[in-house]
């Protein structure tokens, strides 16, 4: 989006000139302040845009679309850099070392490393949409032949009944029998009875143990907002990068298929009287509202592409249980544009997947960089405080 692009270079060269600048205590306190309000307000509009232009189906962005999800991605990229010059441009190590942030930057870090493990488990969940992608190809291929025969038919609804089955299937099937390698470069081994496909899609795997939804409510520790005094310094900031990246990794869990997701909905508690998590809090709720209908129904994920892939799936296996040659002709042309709707699906699979991996692979060593650079300045804080012997 060439508007968000323009703000935030506007927002990051306007810290820069700032922090170069020599001030009086009084002006830099000032200055600063207005730089915490415009982070906030960056925040709450970046939010405003995606909840206002979600749409309900899948005409626009919609909800957990992949088109959605890529621009959510967007926004945690470009929120991290923004923090991050609030947090350190031009600012004294020391001042980051005290409290409370001697306390919130650790807490911060450890959400970092955690979130490294959700990005690893999402783009293996994305591989395992791939492999949806295929199987509703192959339907796709079977029944776009004309005429339409028995064997085409037998060919699809075998596919539709591996897809189907697919879908329904508990979150720890897509890592069964697996060891942790987390590893973005290179491929793993596997010793389990997988097909062929499933190995060669994955390129790295997460330990049995692991669970998704832990690893979410473990981010979710500690999150408060700041109370006070605090809540007009650069506490702020901080629990606003955490809020956010915690409500980014929780959506991708519930979107994507990923191991062991039991217990998902419970979201976190965001405090309404703060003007830039309304939004957040909009979207929360309705992605909440969504995995309580989904969750008893063992579905792999909320990703809006897969949700459809689903009810044309199951529409597409009775007309193939039901099927006689020659096909009347208006269950022919229901067939045809279920056909075309799922055929569409795949090509928004084909185009936004591999991308989006992409995008998550960013994420993934830019919170890796940030983080190396976060205990940097606390180490130059830590020698700076320490006694001189």
């Keep these: 989006m060439p508007a968000t ?24 306190h000032d200055q600063e302040m207005e730089d915490l309000e415009l982070f906030q307000k960056h925040v709450g509009d970046r939010f405003s845009e995606l909840f206002s232009t979600t749409t309900e189906d899948s005409s626009g962005d919609a909800l957990l679309s992949i088109s959605w999800l890529r621009r959510l991605l967007d926004e945690l990229l470009c929120i991290e850099a923004e923090f991050k010059a609030v947090l350190l441009m031009g600012r004294d190590p020391s001042q980051i070392a005290k409290p409370p942030l001697d306390k919130l930057l650790p807490e911060l870090l450890d959400r970092f490393v955690k979130s490294l493990d959700v990005c690893n488990a999402v783009v293996l969940g994305l591989d395992a949409v791939k492999n949806l992608q295929r ?36 979150d720890n099937a897509y890592a069964k029998g697996t060891e942790r ?21 994955l390129s790295w795997t997460m330990a049995r143990n692991w669970s998704a939804s832990k690893q979410i409510h473990a981010m979710m520790s500690n999150l408060a907002a700041p109370r006070g005094a605090e809540s007009s310094g650069l506490a702020q900031p901080v629990y606003i990068m955490s809020t956010v990246l915690v409500f980014v990794m929780w959506a991708f869990v519930a979107a994507v298929p990923c191991q062991e997701r039991n217990g998902l909905g419970t979201h976190f508690p965001l405090p309404r009287q703060l003007n830039w998590a309304q939004p957040l809090i909009g979207l929360q709720e309705k992605i909440a509202e969504e995995w309580k209908k989904k969750e008893k129904k063992g579905n792999v994920g909320l990703l809006e592409e897969m949700h459809r892939m689903e009810k044309l799936g199951q529409s597409l296996i009775e007309f193939a249980d039901s099927f006689q040659f020659p096909p009347e002709t208006e269950r022919l042309d229901e067939m045809k544009r279920n056909v075309e709707d799922l055929a569409e699906i795949c090509k928004k699979m084909d185009q936004g997947l591999e991308p989006m991996q992409q995008q998550i692979r960013e994420v993934f060593h830019r919170i890796v960089r940030s983080r190396a650079e976060f205990l940097v300045v606390l180490d130059q804080a830590g020698k700076l405080s320490a006694p001189a012997v």
């Design 135 to 170: 199987l509703a190809e192959i339907v796709v291929d079977a029944l776009e032949v004309t005429p339409l025969g028995d064997g085409q038919v037998r060919r699809a609804k075998k596919a539709l009944s591996a897809l189907i089955a697919a879908m329904l299937h508990e």
């Design 5 to 28: 692009t323009e703000n935030q270079g506007s927002f990051l060269g306007r810290i820069s000139i700032r922090r170069n600048q020599v001030m009086s205590m009084d002006g830099t």
């Design 181 to 201: 390698n987390r590893s973005f470069g290179r491929r793993s081994g596997n010793s389990g009875s997988n097909s062929k496909d499933r190995v060669r899609a």
